[in-house]
């Protein structure tokens, strides 16, 4: 039977043939005609655009009410690409990422870089107060997926770093794998067909392991600059089941701050939350 992961692992292969016959054409050529080329990327928008409808036409028809967690840091902390100002959040539905929001840290006496138009063109992830910041469960659970092997690399949050990240980094990590895109990761299971993802996660910062029961509040990882990132920052959704390729977002809320709108800045104090 053709499932949803076959068509996402075959779009997958499709963007990769397309690519693959770009680079041999500006080498030894290709052994037929021009037109027939270009076949791989038609195919891979046509099921690229199926799945999205397909995709977006289910998150429609099984919309769930906001499933209440704690907040999975403490401090002060800002919200972007909010599901609070539009969903979906991203721009897409993929990797259940439909309500999924970016939060960054703010520290008053070591405040975030700014953009850069200019230079430097990037920093340094220790630069940034958000990276190495610890993280908690955001609700007793089981862990079922935990991985914390790829490196944190410099920040993309400039003009020149953006554009290279948009044009090639970007491409790459999609063609290979989602695991690539959201870079060290987390999967907790919160019981109910609800899984929580934490994303872009320090490199070797994780202090579970896949079939670990892990306890509301309990520190599980840091914060981190891996996979498709501009900056530290943890990336944070629910969905409805384990996993990214195939899995639907589902809206959650935090307990005592809500869902903060993009730019937002909350505070997070043990177990009080409030507005900052």
């Known amino acids: 039977m053709f499932t949803r992961k076959s068509a996402v692992m075959l779009h997958r292969m499709l963007w990769l043939l397309f690519f693959v016959q770009l680079i041999v054409s500006f080498t030894v050529g290709l052994p037929y005609s021009y037109a027939l080329s270009w076949l791989p990327l038609i195919a891979a928008l046509a099921v690229g655009v199926m799945l999205a409808l397909h995709t ?28 609070a100002d539009r969903t979906p959040s991203h721009g897409t539905h993929q990797y259940g990422q439909t309500y999924a929001i970016d939060i960054v840290a703010e520290d008053e006496e070591r405040p975030r870089p700014s953009f850069a138009w200019l230079w ?17 469960a955001v609700a007793d659970a089981a862990v079922v997926h935990a991985e914390d092997g790829l490196r944190d690399h410099l ?6 770093a953006v554009l290279y990240l948009l044009v090639f980094e970007a491409t790459v990590r999609v063609l290979a794998g ?6 060290n990761h987390l999967v907790l299971d919160l019981g109910d067909g609800t899984y929580a993802v934490y994303a872009h996660l320090r490199r070797g910062s994780l202090t579970v392991r896949a079939g670990d029961r892990v306890t509301a509040g309990q520190q599980v990882a840091r914060c981190g600059n891996s996979g498709n990132s501009t900056e530290p920052h943890l990336h944070f959704h629910l969905m409805n089941g384990p996993d990214l390729d195939i899995a639907r977002g589902v809206p959650f809320t935090w307990r005592g701050v809500g869902v903060p709108k993009n730019k937002e800045t909350f505070e997070v104090t043990g177990n009080a939350t409030h507005p900052a």
Do not use: C, H, Q, Y
């Open 56 to 83: 977006g036409k289910e998150v429609r028809a099984e919309v769930r009410p906001p499933v209440e967690v704690d907040p999975p840091v403490t401090g002060r902390w800002s919200a972007l690409n909010s599901p």
């Open 120 to 136: 430097p063109v990037v920093r340094r992830s220790e630069e940034f107060p958000a990276f190495g910041a610890p993280l908690f």
């Open 178 to 183: 989602a695991r690539w895109i959201v870079g």
């Open 155 to 160: 920040s993309r949050n400039s003009l020149l």
